[in-house]
């Protein structure tokens, strides 16, 4: 079946928020895009107002709408509510995660460790997003596994890695990451996997914000 119209318009402005085709700050003007869709102007509406739930665009009278723009508040908030959020989907992932899931997550941290000699700070990320994905993605929560995505979703729209600021940090993630894995394995309590992988981003939070000479999250 063929999307709807609305879906079709959220599809295309997802991708090219997340892709960076629409850059931070970007104007969405509602008839430009319906034209280019060859539809009227209210699905594009529908289309950005489930966007704007997932916090990547935002509406203001007389302006209209805009991709959201990226600053140290929004990585913050991001990062605490990720912090809380993915550390609770990974636990509730981790009985779900079979032998061979673990072996994968264990082959991508592994070239996350080689780039460690050569360090490529935007390959480092994108490897870390498939990291965490094999860990959570099996959460039987499907509310808290949406939040998980639309985290992910604001992440995406800044572009430069925080590993490109904070360098120094990726060898500590990678040890990290084998620590949450070796729990999982062993079928740990949930309550002690979901505090490794909160601590996890918390520490990667964290030393953003000294980087930036801000005050540390209490998380």
């Not at 079928?187 to 914000?209: D, G, M, V």
Request: aromatic share 6%.
């Amino acid at each position: 079946m063929a999307p709807s119209k609305s879906e079709s318009a959220y599809r295309l402005l997802h991708e090219r928020i997340t892709e960076g085709a629409f850059t931070p700050g970007y104007r969405l003007v509602l008839g430009t895009i319906a034209a280019e869709l060859g539809c009227s102007v209210v699905p594009v509406r529908e289309a950005i107002r489930r966007l704007e739930a997932e916090g990547l665009v935002t509406f203001e009278r007389n302006v209209g709408a805009t991709v959201v723009t990226t600053d140290a508040a929004l990585y913050l908030h991001t990062m605490q509510t990720l912090a809380i959020i993915e550390g609770a989907a990974t636990a509730l992932s981790a009985p779900f995660v079979d032998a061979g899931q673990l072996a994968a997550a264990r082959a991508i941290n592994q070239i996350m460790s080689e780039l460690l000699l050569d360090f490529d700070a935007t390959r480092f990320t994108e490897l870390n997003n498939e990291f965490h994905q094999v860990l959570y993605q099996h959460c039987p929560n499907p509310h808290i596994l949406d939040l998980v995505h639309r985290g992910w979703n604001r992440m995406s729209l800044m572009r430069s890695s925080s590993f490109t600021h904070i360098p120094g940090r990726a060898r500590e993630s990678v040890k990290e990451h084998e620590q949450i894995l070796d729990l999982i394995e062993a079928k740990a309590p949930a309550a002690e996997i979901e505090q490794a992988a909160r601590a996890h981003r918390t520490r990667t939070l964290n030393a953003y914000l000294a980087a930036a000479s801000l005050p540390a999250s209490p998380l």
